[in-house]
């Protein structure tokens, strides 16, 4: 069974930093596309990070660059979401998602992503 597994996420102090981590289970990463989106109650889903299957392509969304990197391990199976700088503005929901893409990825839609994980709550506040 394919799955993705998030962790990570928690309650930090604006200012303060998390990794997120995106475990694959049932199948190798090596040529997926992985990107990262997340939703705010009340909010619609936003593209914040992707990486290519190779590593050689990444994306970020305005609001994050700068603050987050993306980052991948293919031995461990796992990618990453280095998150630094953290704004209570960042408060939401983060999915992991994975679609076939080993020179490409995009963070324009998660329609285009066939495996999702469960989430992991990141909530940034003091």
């Known amino acids: 069974q394919l799955q993705l597994v998030e962790s990570g996420g928690g309650l930090v102090q604006p200012g303060g930093s998390l990794r997120l981590s995106c475990a694959a289970s049932g199948f190798t990463l090596d040529y997926y596309a992985i990107a990262w989106f997340r939703q705010a109650p009340g909010k619609e889903r936003e593209g914040v990070s992707c990486?290519?299957?190779?590593?050689?392509?990444?994306n970020y969304a305005d609001s994050v660059k700068g603050r987050f990197t993306i980052s991948r391990d293919n031995a461990k199976n796992t990618v990453y979401l280095q998150m630094n700088s953290l704004k209570p503005e960042d408060t939401s929901d983060y999915y992991c998602?994975?679609?076939?893409?080993?020179?490409?990825?995009?963070?324009?839609?998660?329609?285009?992503?066939?495996?999702w994980g469960q989430g992991t709550q990141v909530t940034v506040s003091s």
């Open positions: 990486i290519s299957g190779s590593g050689g392509v990444t």
């Open positions: 998602t994975a679609v076939f893409g080993p020179r490409a990825c995009t963070i324009v839609s998660g329609k285009l992503y066939n495996y």
